[in-house]
């Protein structure tokens, strides 16, 4: 059995220090096909506007990233929940194909141990277009406990960066 994991991401997003996000793993059987995994995204009411349009384009991952087959998720619709406050979930899509695909159970292995900040964050600057900071802080819990803190450099996860940074959004 897979336990429930958390990871939070303080403050991803170039010219923000208040706006961040944290990704829940829920527990569930080893070797089943993956849950959704939710998203809570949350921060002042101004930044928030222009991160809901900016994610709410993740949708289309499948139409606006065409090329990328070896990717095997999708996102849920942007919930917000309020001003200050979204939930989005990553779907993986890896047993979906045809069962006979043998990268199927690579695709599948992939999404169930690399941290899915990753591709939440690549699609932050490949879909949203969103700048991000060039060290990104994350830390990962178990029971509310610390497992690991781990700051990474932007080029670690994604190549290039985005032009729309939360710090030019009009506050509210």
Same mark, same amino acid.
């Given at each position: 059995m897979l336990q429930e994991l958390v990871?939070?991401?303080p403050a991803p997003f170039a010219g923000r220090t208040d706006v961040g996000f944290s990704t829940r793993y $829920?527990?569930?059987?080893?070797?089943?096909?993956?849950?959704?995994?939710?998203?809570?995204?949350?921060?002042?009411?101004g930044p928030m506007r222009l991160l809901q349009s900016r994610l709410e384009l993740f949708r289309q991952k499948r139409r606006l990233i065409?090329?990328?087959?070896?990717?095997?998720?999708?996102?849920?619709?942007?919930?917000?929940?309020s001003d200050e406050l979204f939930?989005?979930?990553?779907?993986?899509?890896?047993?979906?194909?045809?069962?006979?695909?043998?990268?199927?159970?690579h695709r599948y292995i992939?999404?169930?141990?690399? $941290?899915?900040?990753?591709?939440?964050?690549k699609d932050c600057v490949?879909?949203?277009e969103l700048a991000l900071r060039d060290?990104?802080?994350?830390?990962?819990?178990?029971d509310t406990r610390v497992m690991a803190e781990l700051e990474l450099r932007r080029a670690q996860i994604v190549p290039r960066n985005g032009s729309i940074v939360l710090g030019d959004a009009v506050t509210g």
């Open positions: 990871i939070k991401v $829920p527990a569930q059987p080893a070797q089943a096909p993956l849950k959704d995994v939710p998203f809570i995204i949350e921060g002042p009411a065409p090329d990328a087959p070896e990717e095997a998720y999708s996102w849920t619709d942007l919930i917000p929940l939930i989005l979930a990553f779907r993986d899509e890896s047993l979906q194909e045809s069962p006979d695909d043998p990268g199927s159970e992939v999404n169930l141990i690399r $941290p899915l900040v990753f591709p939440f964050l490949r879909i949203g060290n990104i802080l994350l830390a990962v819990l178990d």
